[in-house]
């Protein structure tokens, strides 16, 4: 599976929009990009994937770039809440795995 | 409905001890993954099952047994453990083992080895 790499941590300021980055620049045809977040303690949550398309759904928005060498996910509004850990994840379309690397802490404040 | 519910949240353990891991997902998912996390870390995968067959093992010590009795059910047995390998187990599921399903998450059971 492709490797991504991902800011180590993220400031943004409540009701504001949190852009992620993730580099996956040796993506293959093949592999689709996940994120998951996972807040202090609790299991990760599946947020959103996506293939090549641009993907939306009522937690975050995905954009993936034409080349799929890099991709962002948008918190269109953030809230304490969203304070936790986020990772990108690139999966094989024909593979069990999900691995994850080292993710971005993102930190909301007031 | 996407739960994946993991019995228990806390374990303690010495290192003698025989204990169990229990995972359960009524969601008719097919796929059955075992992940350890230490603190600050990201998860790790240890097992996968798919289609109630272990299709995966990352190099896991055999002190870590899972076993998966039918499509719902997975469990992790733990015999003679070591104090590292305290940390959260976190077992998920998805449809199949196709990269396209999504992978769901239980809260995870804390373990400490003492």
């Known amino acids: 599976d492709a490797k991504t790499t991902q800011p180590t941590s993220m400031d943004c300021a409540e009701g504001r929009a949190a852009n992620l980055p993730c580099n996956h620049s040796?993506?293959?045809?093949?592999?689709?990009v996940y994120w998951y977040r996972q807040i202090h303690s609790q299991g990760p949550q599946y947020i959103i994937h996506?293939?090549?398309n641009n993907e939306t759904n009522e937690m975050a928005s995905l954009i993936i770039t034409e080349d799929r060498k890099s991709s962002t996910l948008i918190l269109p509004h953030a809230t304490l809440r969203d304070t936790a850990v986020y990772y990108c994840?690139?999966?094989?379309?024909?593979?069990?795995?999900?691995?994850f690397g080292t993710g971005t802490r993102l930190q909301v404040f007031p | 409905d996407t739960e994946v519910t993991q019995t228990p949240k806390h374990l303690v353990m010495g290192m003698t001890n025989k204990k169990s891991l229990k995972c359960e997902q009524h969601?008719?998912?097919?796929?059955m993954y075992w992940y350890k996390q230490k603190a600050k870390k990201p998860p790790e995968l240890m097992f996968v099952?798919?289609?109630?067959?272990?299709?995966i093992n990352e190099s896991v010590p055999s002190r870590f047994s899972p076993e998966c009795p039918n499509s719902s059910l997975l469990n992790l047995h733990l015999h003679a453990l070591q104090p590292e390998d305290s940390a959260l187990y976190l077992c998920?599921?998805?449809?199949?083992?196709?990269?396209?399903?999504?992978?769901?998450f239980g809260e995870g059971s804390w373990l400490t080895v003492v």
């Open positions: 099952y798919s289609y109630e067959k272990l299709s």
């Open positions: 996506g293939l090549k």
């Open positions: 040796t993506i293959s045809g093949n592999e689709y």
């Open positions: 998920a599921s998805s449809l199949s083992g196709y990269g396209g399903n999504t992978i769901y």
């Open positions: 994840i690139v999966r094989n379309l024909n593979t069990d795995k999900l691995i």
């Open positions: 969601m008719g998912h097919r796929a």
